[in-house]
């Protein structure tokens, strides 16, 4: 699996295009990421604890041990626009404000049952939320076009942000599967390149087989 195939994937998954996709295949910076908030020590253990909550760990390494958390705060800062880090920063806010309403204790100290079902309901939310978005979005393409087609270009499509519970999603995902762990231990890992063997062997209960590759 290359690193398209996993953006595809986690696409698949969360059900709309990652977000900075682009910058985070090429490892560059949105010129559009203007200002870069930093993000605390407090708030990278709490992006890894959600993203723990996503992918626990089991026999294999979770994504705190990744630090997914502190991934998820560099791809902020660098992939997403002005725009989409607020949604992220307002976001963590919103998550924490959510787990005081429904359990009256903060996130880190609810119990891995509460956290769980607390991201589960949000990932339900995100799901009808993306939904949602991808109609609005190819009306607003099929408009563009209209527009297009009667010689005005400079119409400007209307847009709906992203939800912020998809984002953390989907960076725990890229974190993940990008990170040494995720790539070495949670999957069986062929380093690519490397010699080629059309027929490898695999048994049942075996790891997923990747190479992840640029």
């Known amino acids: ?13 969360t059900g709309g295009a ?3 996709s682009e910058f985070l295949l090429d490892g560059c910076q949105n010129p559009s990421a ?3 908030a930093g993000f605390t020590a407090d708030e990278i253990a709490f992006l890894n604890e959600v993203a723990e909550t996503i992918l626990p760990a089991t ?4 994504a705190k041990a990744a630090n997914v958390g502190q991934f998820m705060a560099i791809a902020v800062n660098d992939c997403y626009t002005d725009n989409d ?15 005081q309403k429904k359990y009256h204790t ?8 509460q956290k769980k079902e607390l991201l589960i309901f ?15 979005d190819r009306v607003q393409d099929e408009k563009e076009k209209e527009e297009k087609t009667k010689g005005n ?3 400007i499509k209307e847009q709906i942000p992203s939800y912020y519970f998809t984002m953390m999603k989907q960076l725990t995902l890229w974190g993940f599967f990008t990170s040494k762990e995720g790539m070495t231990q949670a999957l069986k890992y062929i380093p690519v390149p490397g010699r080629y063997n059309g027929c490898m062997d695999y048994q049942k209960g075996d790891k997923i087989m990747v190479g992840l590759t640029g």
């Open 85 to 99: 880090q607020k949604i992220f920063h307002t976001g963590m806010q919103k998550l924490k404000d959510a787990c």
């Open 1 to 13: 699996m290359n690193r398209r195939e996993l953006l595809k994937m986690i696409a698949m998954v």
């Open 106 to 113: 903060t996130f880190m100290k609810a119990s891995p049952e």
């Open 153 to 155: 270009n400079s119409y």
């Open 59 to 62: 026999q294999t390494p979770g």
């Open 18 to 20: 990652v977000i900075g």
């Open 122 to 136: 949000l990932d339900k939310v995100a799901i009808e939320y993306q939904k949602m978005k991808n109609d609005f």
């Open 34 to 36: 203007t200002m870069p």
